[in-house]
């Protein structure tokens, strides 16, 4: 079954750390622009939408402006990070994703680019970085400083332009994963394909499955960008196998899922993605004006019995990191100690040779002075 994953990040002064990335910075690894990511070989599309005419055809320049003069409080912008499903072409898959992007973002200034980097089971891992400004555009012309203003309501043209509010709701991440998928599954039903995302998480479709374990940046990166080994992923790969054929009855409920979904949005039978969107935009503008929906007490419980799971298995292999870095460090310094003995020796045996040197010399002083040698 194709993955579903939705993952957004807020972006804003407050909320920066001490070493994350600047506005230029974000844009330039999604786009691969910049050193170290421009050599990798995983970039397919990247493209800009909106950008303002102060802002020319460089999305950089907007979103450096953005983290110049946006408030101290204030969000920079947010990134979204969706998987796409093998099962459609690249070109499907941008089609999919313009769409997308074409009606949720359509009045803001965003830049996206699609990736395709290797994945642990020897295919490929399609994905999309999405970079976007919560400012709305409005027709009125601004230049870049009054732009990221606070907005006037009684006077737009003598402020900024407005934030969408829906985007600092609770239910934003809820509603627009679930129009993702709803997206995403009518492209692959007009496309004649089989499989369908199912945006439920696996506690809440039944499916009792062990948290693997999660990989750091660092291991991913040594593997798939540097072709190294790492002992963390091949963990990875064995367990996805082993829990392969648990995954096989979720197939059938993301069938069931997608049709009872397509019912409720009202969607006709057999219509395209064209037709297919504004259902999906109307859904998606009230999901976000509603609170999420809350889980059961028997989904919680299980939700709270997967989260114990998740934290044994961390606490385990931080266990397995902290004996192994003990046993370095007990190793570095009976090294430094066996090192210490021999530089004490060391130094006893040049100060020995050094005194008997300078006796040498003084006993030849005393020779030529033509006194006899010292018994």
Do not use: C
């Not at 100690?337 to 040779?353: F, N, P, Q, S």
């Amino acid at each position: 079954m194709a993955l579903t994953r939705f993952a957004v990040k807020h972006y804003g002064h407050l909320t920066r750390r001490p070493n994350s990335a600047t506005a230029a910075q974000a844009v330039g690894y999604i786009t691969r622009a910049d050193e170290p990511v421009m050599h990798r070989e995983d970039l397919i599309h990247a493209e800009a939408q909106n950008l303002p005419a102060w802002a020319g055809n460089d999305p950089r320049a907007f979103f450096v402006a953005a983290e110049k003069h946006e408030r101290a409080n204030g969000r920079i912008y947010t990134i979204w990070e969706m998987s796409l499903p093998r099962e459609l072409t690249q070109e499907q898959q941008l089609e999919t994703t313009r769409a997308f992007l074409g009606a949720h973002l359509g009045k803001h200034v965003y830049v996206w680019a699609m990736h395709e980097s290797p994945a642990s089971d020897g295919g490929t891992n399609p994905h999309v970085h999405v970079l976007f400004s919560h400012r709305t555009l409005d027709g009125i012309e601004r230049g870049p400083e009054q732009f990221f203003r606070r907005y006037n309501p009684e006077h737009p043209e003598q402020g900024g332009a407005r934030k969408d509010p829906d985007f600092s709701k609770q239910s934003m991440v809820y509603a627009m994963r679930q129009a993702w998928t709803d997206t995403v599954n009518t492209y692959l039903e007009h496309y004649k394909q089989e499989v369908r995302l199912d945006p439920r998480s696996y506690v809440e479709q039944g499916i009792a499955l062990t948290p693997e374990e999660q990989l750091r940046p660092s291991a991913i990166r040594k593997v798939i960008h540097r072709g190294e080994h790492h002992e963390a992923w091949d963990r990875v790969v064995a367990a996805r196998e082993e829990r392969r054929e648990l995954r096989i009855p979720s197939f059938e409920e993301a069938h069931a899922f997608w049709q009872e979904r397509r019912t409720a949005l009202h969607i006709p039978e057999g219509a395209t993605p064209a037709v297919a969107i504004p259902y999906i935009q109307k859904a998606r503008a009230e999901a976000i004006q509603t609170a999420p929906p809350q889980e059961s007490p028997e989904v919680r419980l299980a939700t709270l019995k997967h989260e114990e799971q998740v934290l044994t298995v961390a606490s385990t292999e931080a266990d397995k990191k902290a004996t192994h870095l003990t046993a370095l460090k007990e190793e570095a310094t009976d090294s430094m100690e066996k090192k210490a003995v021999i530089g004490i020796g060391l130094a006893a045996t040049i100060h020995r040779a050094m005194r008997d040197f300078d006796g040498d010399i003084h006993q030849g002083a005393k020779i030529e002075q033509g006194y006899g040698p010292d018994i």
